[in-house]
């Protein structure tokens, strides 16, 4: 993970390693820049995100939407998407049902 996007990165020996995939967080909010927006959340069946649309001023990202989504741990694309109430985010949790 960096900054603003997930990688999946496979070990392919010592000291060596390749990007698997990038993840696609664009069907997310179509027609806007989207980024990671938190540290992602390693699950059963997915990669829980938050996902934010961005306004790129300068060298900043100012959010203007956000939301959660599960990303498949194979392809790195977005299996689901609910956009939030609010920008104000702190940490993703997940409970024993999958709920986020």
């Known amino acids: 993970m960096t900054k603003s996007?997930?990688?999946?990165i496979q070990e392919t020996g010592s000291?060596?390693?390749k990007i698997i995939w990038k993840a696609d967080l664009s069907s997310a909010y179509p027609g806007?820049?989207?980024i990671n927006a938190l540290t992602p959340t390693i699950t059963a069946n997915g990669?829980?995100?938050s996902a934010a649309a961005v306004?790129?001023?300068?060298?900043?990202?100012l959010l203007l939407k956000v939301g959660m989504g599960l990303l498949d741990r194979e392809?790195?694309?977005?299996?689901?998407?609910?956009e939030g109430v609010e920008e104000s985010i702190s940490?993703?949790?997940v409970d024993s049902s999958g709920a986020i």
């Open 5 to 8: 996007d997930i990688f999946k």
């Open 15 to 17: 000291n060596s390693a």
């Open 32 to 34: 806007f820049s989207v």
């Open 47 to 49: 990669i829980v995100v």
């Open 55 to 61: 306004y790129k001023v300068f060298n900043t990202n």
């Open 75 to 82: 392809t790195g694309k977005l299996r689901y998407f609910a």
């Open 91 to 93: 940490v993703s949790s």
